[in-house]
T-cell receptor, first 111, second 112 residues
């Protein structure tokens, strides 16, 4: 599976949109992009995933570039409870054995 | 009640001891996973199971074994614990051809 690269940390003001980037330049045609987050030392929480179209759910939006080499997770109105480590993962379906959680991006939402 | 539970939540043990971590789920999912997380790092896959009696090695299976005797239960054993197995251990489940994994609360294991 393709490797991902994310910034180590980011800050965002409360109430503003948080835009978390992820590079996955070696992604192949049948690989999906997943986003999870981990609040403190709790179990990771699924946020969203997509293949090539932009996706939106009640938590976030996922924007995937046309060449699929990068993506952005958008939290439209960040709150203090969104402070967490966010993981971008690229994986085939259904091969969960290759689900690799890298170090992720530590997002701090500031009051 | 939580959908994915792990017991114990915290455990301190000594080098050389055998220890078992338990995971139970009420989600009815067929796939279950064990991960470990070291401080400041992401999660690494230890073992996974796609169904009862199905066992597959992950990235870091050495020193660990697992058992899946029932769909709802997946246990992780450390045959002879060593200090570098001190970590946070997570169990996760998913259903069929879907990588939306649901995680348990974690077990903090310390090996002295």
């Amino acid at each position: 599976d393709a490797k991902t690269t994310q910034p180590t940390s980011m800050d965002c003001a409360e109430g503003r949109a948080a835009n978390l980037p992820c590079n996955h330049s070696t992604i192949s045609g049948n690989e999906y992009v997943y986003w999870y987050r981990q609040i403190h030392s709790q179990g990771p929480q699924y946020i969203i995933h997509g293949l090539k179209n932009n996706e939106t759910n009640e938590m976030a939006s996922l924007i995937i570039t046309e060449d699929r080499k990068s993506s952005t997770l958008i939290l439209p109105h960040a709150t203090l409870r969104d402070t967490a480590v966010y993981y971008c993962i690229v994986s085939h379906l259904p091969y969960g054995q290759n689900f690799v959680f890298g170090p992720g991006t530590r997002l701090s939402v500031l009051p | 009640d939580a959908d994915v539970t792990q017991t114990p939540r915290n455990r301190i043990t000594k080098t050389g001891k055998r220890i078992m971590l338990e995971c139970s789920q009420t989600k009815g999912h067929d796939r279950m996973y064990w991960y470990r997380q070291d401080p400041g790092l992401g999660l690494r896959l230890i073992y996974y199971s796609f169904d009862v009696k199905d066992i597959n090695k992950g990235e870091i299976s050495d020193g660990y074994s697992v058992s899946r005797q029932a769909q709802a239960k997946f246990s992780l054993s450390l045959e002879s614990a060593i200090p570098n197995q001190t970590a946070l251990y997570f169990c996760a489940t998913s259903r069929g051809f879907n990588n939306e994994q649901f995680f348990g609360p974690g077990t903090r294991l310390t090996v002295l």
